[in-house]
């Protein structure tokens, strides 16, 4: 069974004080492991896609990496427009689009 | 373009009643899912349709029922809300094209009573 754990729960940042949020799965093959943004009442939405250990996207204040135990999302220098919940997410390479999802690190920037 | 538009936003129900929750997507997405999020829990998936005309079974079933109604439209029927179903539901679709990326829908925070 596909798991996916994220750490810390949450997690509380004076502006500009860089830190990272880390992932851990376990998934009998990966065919793509995501990290998305979510805001109260709102779906997730889209960050980053990776594919591969090694690899590595960035997005303005962001930069997510990949091993093959891990994903981290490393948030430079954060802004408060950057709290939100991020979660973490793993797709299977087995028969049916199954998408594992972590419980979220709940980020709070403040000024 | 909308994206994935659910209806209703927000829902109140007695145990027992039954209720339809709506979701549409303008992004010519094969797949389409129903998710559910609960505090500590995570989102899981409940029922999804990887293209027209097929639907399957995810993790969390049982109490729900789906219909795909077309490319665009997949629905989610509560048949005889129970309290275990207090949650917030997330409809979401995908494609191959977007390589798998979900895009969601701004979710049904349902109360059962």
Redesign the interface.
């Known amino acids: 069974e596909d798991q996916v754990t994220q750490s810390p729960e949450a997690l509380r940042l004076q502006e500009g004080e860089s830190s990272s949020l880390n992932c851990s799965y376990t998934v009998s093959g990966l065919r793509g492991l995501f990290w998305y943004r979510q805001d109260p009442g709102k779906g997730p939405e889209f960050l980053f896609t990776l594919y591969s250990a090694g690899e590595e996207k960035e997005k303005e204040r962001l930069k997510a990496t990949l091993t093959k135990k891990e994903s981290f999302l490393h948030i430079t220098a954060p802004k408060p427009e950057d709290s939100a919940t991020y979660l973490c997410a793993v797709l299977d390479s087995g028969g049916y689009q199954k998408v594992t999802f972590g419980t979220g690190t709940k980020l709070q920037v403040i000024p | 373009n909308a994206g ?1 538009t659910q209806t209703p936003k927000f829902q109140v129900l007695k145990t027992g009643q039954s209720m339809t929750l709506q979701c549409a997507q303008d992004m010519n997405h094969n ?1 389409m899912y129903w998710y559910r999020q609960d505090p ?6 409940i029922y ?1 349709s ?1 293209s027209e005309g097929t639907t ?1 079974k ?1 993790e969390v079933p049982n109490g729900y029922n789906v219909s795909r109604l077309n490319k665009r439209e997949f629905s989610l029927r509560l048949e005889s809300a129970a309290p275990s179903q207090t949650s917030v539901y ?1 409809c ?1 679709s ?1 494609s191959f094209a977007t ?9 049904t925070q349902l109360s059962v009573l």
């Open positions: 994935v797949s500590g829990m995570g989102l899981r998936l999804y990887a399957d995810g997330f979401a995908s390589n798998e990326k979900l895009f969601f829908g701004s979710g």
